[in-house]
């Protein structure tokens, strides 16, 4: 299939990182599935678990609750460079706004720098947060609007754009 950077996005159980999942299973490649999710209560433990107990063994894991570029970076480097599955944005972009607006903007233009750069192929999963209503306070609207930001700027530097809906594919750019 060629190196391809694809951005899946969809609401909250719609299917997207299982499409994400298989389309790294379907690129041949070595995969390196990579964790944004920090887990601080028992119901997101289990929720990792369960990603975890569904993925292949033989998929490497990559944790990067913050320093995603640093990910990209380092496989950049590799002869074979695997192909990535970053799961998600939406966790990523709520840590990044708890880590200070320092760390925010110089961690989104640094991962921004790191995707164009990045020699293999790689699937984004990103919730999709502008088909609902307005945030009520100021931190929901932000995360809102950074989210929706973030995925228009990942999904101008991917070759394909799909959206999950009830589990199906609904392909917005190949």
């Not at 369960?50 to 998929?59: E, T």
């Not at 970053?86 to 790191?114: P, Q, Y």
């Not at 754009?161 to 917005?172: D, F, H």
């Amino acid at each position: 299939m060629g190196v391809s950077r694809t951005l899946v996005m969809g609401g909250i159980r719609s299917g997207k990182t299982a499409l994400a999942e298989q389309l790294a299973t379907e690129s041949g490649d070595a995969v390196v599935y990579v964790a944004t999710a920090t887990v601080g209560d028992e119901e997101m433990a289990q929720r990792v678990k369960r990603h975890v107990d569904s993925r292949p063994d033989h998929w490497g894991l990559a944790e990067a609750p913050l320093r995603l570029a640093r990910v990209l970076e380092t496989y950049s480097d590799e002869t074979s460079p695997p192909f990535l599955l970053v799961d998600c944005m939406s966790l990523w972009i709520s840590n990044l706004l708890f880590a200070g607006e320092e760390a925010f903007a110089h961690e989104r233009e640094a991962f921004l720098a790191a995707l164009r750069n990045y020699p293999g192929s790689i699937a984004i999963v990103s919730n999709e947060v502008g088909l609902g209503t307005i945030g009520m306070d100021p931190l929901t609207r932000r995360f809102c609007d950074e989210l929706g930001w973030l995925n228009q700027a990942i999904a101008a530097g991917c070759d394909r754009v799909v959206m999950s809906v009830a589990g199906l594919p609904l392909w917005l750019k190949e």
